[in-house]
C-alpha cells in the first residue's frame, strides 16, 4: 500500500477575511497574483482548495477541449517523429492540400 505524504501549512486571517498564502501553497496551487481559487466545501465542513489560472480571452480558444485535443496529436505525432520539412511556404501548402 503507498502512502502519500501530506504536507500542511498554515495562514493568518486577516481583516475583510484575507488571508496570505505561504509561498509553497501557491506553487502547489499554480497560481500568482491575479489568478483566482476556488473553495469546495462538504457536507462535514472540509474544504478543499484548487487553482484557476485566469486566460486572457484573446487566448480562450487555445484552450478548447477541441484545439486541445489536436494539440495532443501533434504532440504525439512529433514525438513518434511523424514530422515533414519543406523548402519554403506554397510546398507545405501544397502537401497539405494533397491529404484532403
Do not use: Y
Not at 506553487?27 to 486566460?55: K, N, Q, S
Not at 477541441?66 to 504525439?76: L, N, P, T, V
Request: hydrophobic fraction near 35%; charge should be negative.
Amino acid at each position: 500500500m503507498s502512502q502519500t505524504k501530506e504536507k500542511r501549512r498554515r495562514a493568518m486571517m486577516r481583516r475583510k477575511n484575507q488571508l496570505t498564502l505561504p509561498r509553497e501553497v501557491a506553487e502547489a496551487l499554480h497560481v500568482r497574483e491575479g489568478d483566482e481559487v476556488e473553495f469546495a466545501i462538504t457536507e462535514d465542513g472540509r474544504v478543499t482548495l484548487r487553482g484557476m489560472t485566469v486566460v486572457p480571452t484573446d487566448q480562450a480558444w487555445f484552450w478548447d477541449p477541441g484545439w486541445q485535443h489536436g494539440e495532443r496529436e501533434a504532440s504525439g505525432q512529433i514525438a513518434e517523429g511523424r514530422t515533414e520539412e519543406f523548402d519554403d511556404a506554397e510546398s507545405m501548402f501544397d502537401a497539405l492540400e494533397e491529404e484532403q
